[in-house]
């Protein structure tokens, strides 16, 4: 019997004891379910947090075509700013443009001869001019020019022999039969030397072809502005607010000198100079103000700002043309100046100068560069 009693008792105290021992338990077994929930929103946060800094950084990691950099697109002020405004830079206006890839340099002239080699392309200046569709451009009764005038030929700049003022262009652009890309100051001139140059006498006809053989397009009027000003908001020049000297510092393939008989070269060049020729801007691009005109793929109207409000998304420009000067003559948007500019004269290598060029004219100083989308 006492064997018995003691065995009960022992029983009765063991679950006493596992009795005192269950609340532990029950705590202990709380607490590991409570660590695997921290640990997993642990892990969804780090999840998270590693795929956001991947997205973000993948935008930079984007390997663009050959010749090309990547432009991230944004939102920025469009039209004039700092002490030159001309009308047709206002009103100032807020755009947005999607990323896009953009030539780094202008199309040169060693990147053209390449494109002509495989096509067979004919430049509108190597062309005799149509009679019948240039009528069209003219104030009507205007006579038709001796067929000596009509030959292929372009626009070239050649010195004025005297002192003339700025104001009349007829004083320094000849109409030089046989002037064209091959040969930029008419028969006798060639490019030997002048391979990395970029393409000049190209009309916007010829650019799109270009552009179309390439796999690209011309730029918007907005996506070019915004490309020029490399990062920077309401800056007087693709470089900064500092205007540019005529003695040292360079930043532009630009006129030295009193415009338009006097060039005193000092940045090395009378004409175009190589497409990387001087600092990039903060995108990486070349000679976004300067060296030569580019085409944009936009109409020209001298108006075209007047009516936009708010924000304008990827504008592509007007419906049709308009310069008050010449309204019968299609006019596309050229950007960018070129070694011609002078703050004497037109200062046009600031991001906002904007100009409307007739859509079938070559020039000493207008070439192009292309784009393409992500």
Request: glycine share 10%; net charge neutral.
């Amino acid at each position: 019997m006492q064997d018995a009693g003691q065995r009960t008792f022992m029983i009765k105290k063991s679950r006493s004891r596992h009795s005192k021992q269950s609340p532990s338990s029950n705590s202990a077994a709380g607490t590991s379910i409570w660590s695997r929930v921290v640990w997993a929103v642990g892990l969804l946060g780090v999840a998270f947090l590693l795929g956001y800094i991947f997205r973000t950084m993948s935008s930079n990691w984007i390997v663009p075509p050959p010749g090309m950099v990547w432009i991230p697109g944004g939102e920025f002020i469009m039209g004039a700013n700092g002490e030159t405004k001309q009308k047709n830079e206002l009103p100032v206006h807020a755009v947005a443009v999607n990323g896009f890839f953009m030539d780094e340099t202008e199309v040169s002239n060693t990147q053209f001869q390449k494109f002509v080699d495989e096509t067979g392309y004919i430049t509108t200046a190597e062309k005799p001019v149509d009679w019948e569709e240039l009528k069209q451009q003219l104030p009507a009764g205007t006579q038709k020019p001796s067929d000596d005038r009509l030959v292929p030929a372009s626009l070239v700049f050649v010195v004025p022999k005297e002192e003339v003022t700025s104001n009349d262009m007829t004083k320094w652009w000849v109409w030089t039969p046989g002037a064209n890309w091959r040969h930029p100051e008419g028969p006798g001139s060639d490019l030997v030397g002048r391979e990395d140059h970029p393409v000049v006498h190209v009309s916007w006809d010829d650019a799109m072809a270009y552009a179309k053989w390439a796999g690209k397009r011309l730029p918007t009027e907005a996506e070019w502005e915004f490309a020029a000003r490399g990062g920077l908001q309401q800056k007087r020049f693709p470089w900064g607010d500092e205007p540019p000297h005529d003695e040292s510092d360079f930043k532009a393939n630009i006129w030295q000198g009193r415009f338009p008989n006097t060039n005193t070269k000092a940045d090395g060049w009378e004409r175009t100079a190589p497409v990387k020729s001087f600092p990039a801007n903060g995108f990486g691009l070349y000679n976004m103000g300067g060296n030569v005109w580019e085409w944009c793929s936009d109409f020209y109207r001298a108006d075209a700002y007047v009516n936009r409000r708010g924000v304008t998304i990827n504008p592509k420009g007007p419906d049709t043309f308009w310069d008050p000067n010449e309204p019968l003559v299609p006019k596309r948007v050229s950007r960018g100046g070129s070694f011609l500019c002078h703050v004497s004269y037109c200062e046009s290598y600031r991001p906002a100068a904007r100009r409307g060029t007739g859509a079938d004219t070559g020039m000493s100083h207008i070439g192009f560069r292309c784009v393409t989308d992500k």
